[in-house]
Every structure is written in structure tokens, then in C-alpha cells.
């Protein structure tokens, strides 16, 4: 009688709700998401568009955010977005600066352009005072 007891008291029974939370739908949309700022945050970045040089070098890390001098292929200046004239670099740099020698400074320029033309604009800025100026180049798309 016992196992006949058993086995009755499961078939009639009703199983209660789980409280389980269902987190497959919050996965779905958490990679939507991702996916999408994964795409547009190439696309919010500002500059001027420069054909840049590629290498195999590590990028550089740093903490702050720094100034960056674009050199596009007719020769022209761009300080961040803003064109400005070979005689005012200096100055604007100073300026954007708050006068920190040590303020690191990347400079773009695009591949076609004449290395004197780079180097020009190098040896002016480091004229200026600044020690901490880079040149910027594109990670090969080959991973190498």
C-alpha cells in the first residue's frame, strides 16, 4: 500500500510557479546594444579626414586627452577641427595647452604629403616648447 501511496500522491498533485526570472530576452537586447554602440562609436569620433601612413607599432596609452595637429594633403593645418595658419600653431597650442610644456601632442598627416612638410611642422611645435609630440599612424587591417 505504501508505494501504491507513492506514487499517487505525484500524479495528482499541481506544481506551483517557478520565481525564476527569464534573463534570455535581457541578453538579447544587452548584445543589440552592444552591437550597436560597437558601431557607432568609430563614427563619433571628430577630425579632419587624413589618408594616415600604416605600421605595426603598439599604440600609445595615455591619460589625458591629447592635442592633435592635422596635416591634410595640400599642406593645410588643422588644430583639432579648426584650420589654422603655420604662423598661429604655436600660439593656438599654447593656448589650447594652458602653457603645459609637458601636454602630449599628436600630429596627423596624410601619406601622400612631403616628410619635410611634417617635419617642418614638428620642429615648430618642439620650437615651441613642447617635448611631448607624436606622429600618429593606421594599424594595418591585416592584424600583424
Known amino acids: 500500500m505504501e508505494v501504491s501511496s507513492r506514487r499517487g500522491r ?11 526570472i527569464n534573463v534570455t530576452p535581457l541578453v538579447d537586447v544587452m548584445l543589440v546594444l552592444l552591437i550597436i554602440f560597437m ?6 569620433t571628430s577630425g579632419v579626414n587624413v589618408d ?6 603598439k599604440p600609445v596609452n595615455s591619460d589625458d586627452k591629447p592635442i592633435t595637429v592635422s596635416i591634410k594633403s595640400d ?5 583639432g577641427d ?3 595658419s603655420a604662423d598661429e600653431l ?3 597650442l599654447r593656448q589650447l595647452a594652458s602653457d603645459d610644456s609637458g601636454r ?8 601622400h604629403i612631403d616628410y619635410g612638410k611634417v617635419m617642418s611642422t614638428m620642429g615648430q611645435i618642439t620650437a615651441g616648447g613642447f617635448t611631448h ?3 600618429l599612424a593606421q594599424q594595418p587591417q591585416g592584424g600583424q
Open 75 to 79: 599642406g593645410s593645418l588643422y588644430l
Open 104 to 111: 602630449r601632442i599628436f600630429v596627423r598627416a596624410d601619406a
Open 52 to 57: 594616415l601612413p600604416q605600421t605595426s607599432a
Open 90 to 92: 604655436v600660439t593656438h
Open 39 to 44: 558601431v557607432t562609436a568609430p563614427m563619433l
Open 82 to 84: 579648426d584650420p589654422v
Open 133 to 135: 609630440v607624436a606622429l
Open 10 to 20: 505525484g500524479r495528482g498533485r499541481r506544481t506551483s510557479p517557478e520565481a525564476n
